[in-house]
């Protein structure tokens, strides 16, 4: 693994100047031990907007933009996430992909094993599982017996070359896993491409159903899991929950610092994972499991 002094000062670009892009560039912008100094996009006006903004280097060769970094996050449209991530880790430097964290399970073995040949590391953006955390959903002995969640978005132009599976439906995928633990061993699912219901069975013999669309009129992000002693309903757009499971969760989690900023946190935990400090909130391996998931409930849906 890569090792870095005391002190040292992280080098980091962002890949992609899109609405996210810009969230992790200004993340960076404003951390201490960090510096961004690089921004790559094919286009070059808008990866110049974002640079100029934050002091940084716009670039459109890919090469000349890795050049030096240690830190890349990958915020372009999914369909290249594996190529810049493989180029980057090649060039030494650790990755921070938004998921999906590649497109095929193929390109997630790849890109896993190049960064353990590089001692990189890999962490992919599923940060509602800094809500989660916030939350007291995650590391309880007590597991779900039931969920069902719904996240519905309206139609735009972002991420069509994706799924609404890879592309919302993927997150609350992940949560189930990270709650659980459990492998998924039978996927149902049918819909299209813009809108998908899938029923998920796990090992222990529970079972989750995950409804995700694209083209509702207003957006709706909501989960409801069942615990042996009762139900927790969740809004993550409110955020709140309401707790009747007996566990003791945190109903003030959304003015903790983590609850306020899932993905600062996240970024954060990438970064002292990189100096050897810790874990990132979703590994590269976590990504590659949700992406496995997604990937068969799209097999099942025939999309």
């Not at 999914?78 to 180029?87: D, F």
């Not at 899938?198 to 529970?206: I, L, P």
């Not at 694209?214 to 709140?240: K, N, Q």
């Not at 989690?253 to 609850?259: E, H, K, L, Q, V």
Request: negative net charge; hydrophobic residues 50%.
């Amino acid at each position: 693994m890569r090792e870095f002094a005391a002190g040292q000062e992280l080098r980091a670009g962002v890949a992609g100047a899109g609405v996210f892009g810009g969230f992790h560039a200004r993340k960076y912008a404003g951390l201490d031990g960090v510096r961004l100094v690089g921004v790559f996009d094919p286009d070059a006006a808008r990866g110049a907007a974002l640079a100029s903004e934050l002091g940084a280097e716009a670039f459109t060769d890919l090469a000349a933009f890795l050049d030096g970094l240690d830190v890349v996050t990958i915020a372009t449209p999914g369909a290249t996430h594996y190529e810049i991530a493989l180029a980057a880790v090649t060039a030494g430097a650790s990755v921070y992909v938004e998921k999906p964290l590649t497109y095929t399970l193929e390109e997630a073995d790849r890109l896993l094993t190049a960064a353990a040949k590089a001692g990189v590391t890999v962490a992919c953006g599923h940060q509602e599982r800094v809500t989660f955390a916030a939350m007291g959903l995650l590391g309880q002995a007590v597991r779900p017996i039931a969920l069902e969640s719904i996240r519905h978005g309206t139609p735009n132009t972002r991420n069509r070359d994706i799924s609404c599976v890879l592309d919302l439906m993927i997150h609350d995928l992940d949560l189930a896993l990270a709650m659980s633990g459990d492998d998924p061993v039978a996927v149902e699912a049918e819909g299209v491409f813009d809108k998908v219901r899938a029923e998920v069975t796990f090992s222990s013999g529970w079972t989750a159903v995950f409804e995700a669309s694209r083209i509702e009129e207003a957006r709706r992000r909501v989960m409801h899991v069942d615990f042996p002693g009762g139900p927790v309903d969740i809004d993550f757009l409110a955020p709140s929950f309401v707790n009747g499971s007996g566990l003791a969760l945190d109903p003030d989690f959304a003015a903790t610092a983590d609850g306020r900023d899932p993905l600062g946190v996240s970024v954060a935990r990438f970064l002292a994972a990189v100096r050897g400090q810790g874990t990132p909130v979703a590994t590269g391996e976590d990504g590659a499991r949700a992406l496995d998931l997604a990937l068969a409930v799209e097999q099942a849906a025939g999309i």
